[in-house]
T-cell receptor
Framework: AQSVTQLGSHVSVSEGALVLLRCNYS??????LFWYVQYPNQGLQLLLK??????LVKGINDFEAEFKKSETSFHLTKPSAHMSDAAEYFC????????????FGQGTRLTINP | ETGVTQSPTHLIKTRGQQVTLRCSSQ?????VSWYQQALGQGPQFIFQ???????GRGNFPPRFSGLQFPNYSSELNVNALELDDSALYLC????????????FGQGTRLTVV
């Protein structure tokens, strides 16, 4: 079975500071991993995905994540936070082919301080 | 914009009633998945449809049922609504043939009173 743990339900950073959102996963098979962002009253937008190619994955809006098998982690980073990054972020794992049957973490709410 | 559309956007129902939510998948996608997102939680997988057949189900009771049509659009039906069914219901479409990305709709906010 697959599971995801997001460490920290709330993260607050200053504008221009580094963003680090933590995700650890559990999977009995090589995982596909995803980060999604959700703005209030909206659906989910894919930021980036890991599908067993390069371990450092670059996504939209300067976000990136590194797959570390030894640590079972897939942390999301962004070098410089913008006010527009304030949102809820979800890490997800899939055991099936690609994005089938995603298992999501509880989410991390990112707040950006001016 | 992903091309996945859901209707209605908001809905209020009374406990015990039945509800149908609709989803139009992105062009070229043959797989639709439904998720329930309770307030303050991550989405939870309800079930998935591939070429009109159910292809996996999460830990939801039988009163949650679905359909997929030949044009790959889909419906989620919930019978005997309970207060705990209040949530955002998300539909995601994908190409099971190899594309690894699921595109989500904006969701339907269901409130059960």
């Amino acid at each position: 079975a697959q599971s995801v743990t997001q460490l920290g339900s709330h993260v607050s950073v200053s504008e221009g500071a580094l963003v680090l959102l933590r995700c650890n996963y559990s999977s009995s098979v090589p995982p596909y991993l995803f980060w999604y962002v959700q703005y209030p009253n909206q659906g989910l937008q894919l930021l980036l995905k890991y599908t067993s190619a390069a371990t450092l994955v670059k996504g939209i809006n300067d976000f990136e994540a590194e797959f570390k098998k030894s640590e079972t982690s897939f942390h999301l980073t962004k070098p410089s936070a913008h006010m527009s990054d304030a949102a809820e972020y979800f890490c997800a794992v899939s055991a099936g082919q690609g994005a089938q049957k995603l298992v999501f973490g509880q989410g991390t709410r990112l707040t950006i301080n001016p | 914009e992903t091309g996945v559309t859901q209707s209605p956007t908001h809905l209020i129902k009374t406990r015990g009633q039945q509800v149908t939510l609709r989803c139009s998948s992105q062009s070229g996608h043959n797989t639709v998945s439904w998720y329930q997102q309770a307030l303050g939680q991550g989405p939870q997988f309800i079930f998935q449809y591939y070429r009109e057949e159910e292809n996996g189900r999460g830990n939801f009771p039988p009163r949650f049922s679905g359909l997929q049509f030949p044009n790959y659009s889909s419906e989620l039906n919930v019978n005997a609504l309970e207060l705990d069914d209040s949530a955002l219901y998300l539909c995601a479409s994908s190409d099971r043939g190899g594309n690894t990305e699921a595109f989500f709709g904006q969701g339907t906010r269901l409130t059960v009173v």
